[in-house]
């Protein structure tokens, strides 16, 4: 059973588009909108309406938004390239190799870190959603690099509190398209879901506060190396800065990197890579830093540009 919504129309979206009407309603994208429509979870004034309708002020609508798919839970199995950076009663620290996610969502089915540190016999804290235990912070599936993840229950509670009140120093490595001007700078645009409900996300008026720090390490002649200090960790949260100043990461194409110069560079994902991470210790205090080298093809890519000069 859904959540079931029954509303008039206001004035301000006489003449619109019954998809367009109801993303602006309820929240959501066009996309999930014409969904809605075409399952049958739509009626006006009791009809079966088309996505392309025009709705008319005061019209009713009764609306049905079923529950979101349930995350399935983890699978314990190994997961091959991914190692223990340390390891204690409280924490475990991982470098996370690509094709692998940090927790399983709807719609990945590829392994993930919880599951890999089950498969090998590590304990998880048992705090946090079924499929997402111990987690307390996330990668992107394709982005490389430091990750921790909580072992006790004490460890849990005082990193989410970390991260939330953003005392982690989180570092990453991007290799950009072009040159940054100026070479150092911050961009603290709002980041939200992009409106095409794709999948992606976006610099959007209203969006999350979002604030990232960049600093160039290195120049080629086609792309730039970066070090990048996050203040916040929305998703896709580099990719989107970088794409929104017309940098994008070499190999993002779903933020419109370009596919030649990453095939040259053999990348076939976005060059991201978690480099750093420190953050106090949730048991003893102690400020602890961890770091990751770059994977095969990361540092390839490097060597292709360093030789061409």
């Known amino acids: 059973m859904g959540d079931q919504r029954s509303l008039p129309v206001p004035d301000g979206l006489e003449g619109e588009r019954l998809d367009a009407a109801l993303?602006?309603?309820?929240?959501?994208s066009r996309t999930r909108a014409a969904e809605l429509i075409a399952s049958g979870d739509v009626l006006v004034d009791g009809a079966v309406p088309a996505k392309s309708d025009r709705v008319h002020a005061g019209a009713w609508l009764d609306v049905t938004i079923p529950p979101p798919p349930a995350a399935p839970m983890p699978v314990a199995e190994p997961v091959?390239?991914?190692?223990?950076?340390h390891e204690d009663d409280d924490i475990v620290v991982v470098s996370k190799p690509i094709?692998?996610?940090?927790h399983p969502t709807v719609g990945w089915t590829g392994p993930t870190v919880i599951g890999g540190l089950l498969g090998a016999g590590h304990r998880v804290s048992t705090s946090g959603a079924a499929e997402r235990q111990g987690i307390v912070h996330r990668l992107d599936a394709n982005t490389t690099g430091v990750m921790v993840v909580a072992k006790s229950e004490r460890a849990y509670s005082h990193l989410k509190r970390a991260f939330k009140e953003r005392t982690v120093d989180k570092r990453y490595h991007a290799l950009?398209?072009?040159?940054?001007?100026?070479l150092r700078g911050t961009v603290d645009a709002p980041i939200d879901r992009?409106?095409?409900?794709?999948?992606?996300?976006?610099?959007?008026?209203?969006?999350?506060d979002s604030v990232t720090h960049y600093d160039t390490i290195e120049a080629f002649r086609a792309a730039s190396l970066l070090d990048i200090k996050l203040e916040t960790g929305r998703t896709h949260q580099i990719r989107v800065h970088m794409a929104?100043?017309?940098h994008p990461c070499v190999g993002d194409l779903m933020y419109g990197a370009d596919p030649t110069l990453a095939a040259r560079l053999g990348v076939s994902r976005q060059w991201l890579h978690a480099v750093s991470l420190s953050f106090e210790h949730p048991a003893t205090g102690e400020w602890m830093t961890f770091t990751s080298d770059y994977p095969g093809d990361l540092a390839r890519a490097l060597e292709i540009l360093a030789d061409e000069g």
Do not use: E, Y
């Open 23 to 28: 993303a602006r309603l309820f929240g959501f």
């Open 176 to 182: 950009v398209q072009g040159h940054m001007d100026p």
């Open 99 to 102: 094709g692998v996610a940090a």
């Open 244 to 246: 929104a100043l017309r």
């Open 194 to 208: 992009h409106p095409s409900g794709d999948g992606r996300f976006a610099v959007v008026a209203g969006g999350k």
């Open 80 to 85: 091959p390239g991914m190692t223990i950076l």
